[in-house]
């Protein structure tokens, strides 16, 4: 995919162009933005591709802004898109990939992307095969090659690849590996279970039509993953780091928090792989509350119930949570669910933790109850 940023002052144009690119499945749009400096801000923490960028803006000029992003990225390519074609020279002067009259039409944009398509059609390709080439390690560990997975033939086979990924395509030592995967074995004998293993995890890989995986050096071996998307990665791009949620990356957000199907390799229960467990599960559990926190702030209360169920069915004794969904069912007038809910949690935070809940949920209760009821009878 070309990871993509629009900018444009004018909300209109910049939802015209941004509705036109959907129609190109190789652009991810990743930002569209009317304030240029928020575009230098996402250039500066992820990488992009191509950058669609008015030259007639009010806060800075396109030709400005254009030589402030090839200062902070010189491989971006820019399209220049304008209501005046008085500046075609200077625009070609930053080495602008094209430069496009509004309104913006489908048919000049073709050929603007036949251009941009050109220059990377390495990178398509690339992305083409780490689509189809995936490794999965969120839930279930699985590795997925032309819309197959791998069936492996030892769990010793599974886990060895597993731990191989988990350690990011770096070179690991064979005593290491002896060490996490076969602590209780005698030496030879461990060796030979690494060798014949690692022969297995080579043979999944090719059933799968993937014939570079294990690299071999030094007595070293590492997992070249290089060419194929990973899950976790994938996540870190988005979610590591205090990222600013907002309504111009709340659908991006969204999509990248489907990929955590479970916890980092949850059904394998691999001891080595604990500490990046508890990792993943903390940033998860961050998102989701950052995430509802905007939902709410936006006054968009449905939108946050999803969130705040995510981060109780992980743990669901967090009173400070049930008390925003509380809050919600109020605001949202489900008084039906405000009071069933409270009641359940009553239950269960006796029943399980032998305590009852904090004085300040109670009075909350009481107190919208009093309010609900005052609502019923003036009604």
Request: aromatic share 12%.
């Amino acid at each position: 995919m070309i990871r993509t940023i629009l900018v444009d002052d004018e909300r209109p144009a910049l939802k015209n162009l941004e509705r036109l690119l959907k129609g190109y499945d190789y652009i991810e749009i990743v930002g569209a933005y009317t304030d240029i400096t928020k575009a230098f801000e996402e250039i500066k923490k992820e990488k992009v591709h191509l950058i669609f960028l008015d030259i007639e803006m009010p806060k800075m000029k396109g030709i400005e802004g254009a030589e402030k992003i090839l200062e902070i990225d010189k491989d971006i390519q820019i399209v220049f898109v304008t209501a005046y074609n008085d500046y075609a020279v200077d625009a070609f002067e930053v080495d602008a990939i094209d430069y496009v009259m509004k309104p913006v039409l489908k048919r000049r944009l073709d050929k603007s992307l036949e251009r941009v398509l050109k220059r990377n059609k390495h990178m398509i390709e690339l992305n083409k095969n780490k689509e189809e080439n995936k490794i999965l390690c969120f839930g279930n560990f699985e590795i997925i090659g032309n819309e197959k997975s791998i069936k492996w033939r030892t769990s010793k086979a599974k886990e060895l690849a597993a731990y191989l990924v988990h350690n990011r395509g770096k070179f690991v030592h064979k005593s290491k590996i002896i060490e996490e995967l076969w602590q209780y074995k005698e030496e030879e004998q461990a060796t030979k279970l690494l060798h014949t293993n690692i022969y297995y995890v080579r043979s999944g890989l090719k059933s799968i039509n993937l014939h570079q995986g294990i690299m071999y050096s030094n007595e070293m071996y590492r997992f070249h993953m290089d060419t194929m998307f990973l899950d976790i990665e994938e996540f870190e791009k988005i979610f590591n780091g205090n990222i600013e949620i907002n309504s111009e990356n709340e659908q991006l957000l969204k999509e990248t928090i489907q990929l955590y199907r479970g916890e980092y390799l949850e059904e394998n229960d691999y001891y080595w792989a604990k500490n990046e467990q508890e990792r993943f599960s903390k940033i998860y559990m961050n998102i989701l509350r950052r995430i509802s926190d905007f939902y709410m702030g936006e006054g968009k209360y449905s939108e946050a119930i999803p969130y705040l169920k995510g981060i109780l069915k992980r743990d669901p004794y967090i009173e400070e949570i049930h008390e925003k969904l509380l809050r919600i069912y109020v605001n949202i007038k489900d008084y039906t669910n405000f009071k069933e809910h409270y009641k359940s949690i009553s239950k269960d935070f006796k029943r399980e933790l032998g305590i009852d809940l904090s004085a300040a949920t109670k009075e909350l209760y009481e107190n919208y109850i009093y309010e609900i009821e005052k609502i019923k009878v003036n009604r």
